[in-house]
């Protein structure tokens, strides 16, 4: 008697994995940021970002930026700056 799986089977649908230029990778960077992505473009972000250091380094300062912003306007940071002893502002040392 066959078993029953433990989990529904789901239909994945893979259409066909497109080059993306870089201006098309940088676009879908950025939108990553805001939205998940399909699988397919999510393969054919990961193809390019795997042979153009360009897009990969771009990928890395846009979510850099997310998190800096993202603790900004939680409050992080927003601390004076200490103040160092032993030092005037006047120039006279």
């Known amino acids: 008697m066959p078993r029953e799986p433990l989990v529904p089977a789901r239909r994945i649908v893979i259409r066909r994995v497109v080059p993306v230029n870089c201006r098309h990778a940088t ?3 950025s939108e990553a940021q805001e939205r998940e992505l399909s699988l397919s473009e999510l393969a054919s972000l990961k193809f390019h970002t795997a042979m153009c250091v360009g897009c990969r380094n771009f ?3 846009i979510q850099t930026l ?3 912003s993202r603790a900004y ?3 992080a940071g927003m ?4 103040k160092t ?3 005037s502002g006047d120039g006279d040392s």
């Open 27 to 29: 676009r879908l960077l």
């Open 59 to 61: 990928g890395r300062q």
């Open 66 to 68: 997310r998190k800096i």
């Open 73 to 75: 306007t939680l409050g």
């Open 79 to 82: 601390e004076e700056p200490e």
């Open 85 to 87: 002893e032993g030092r």
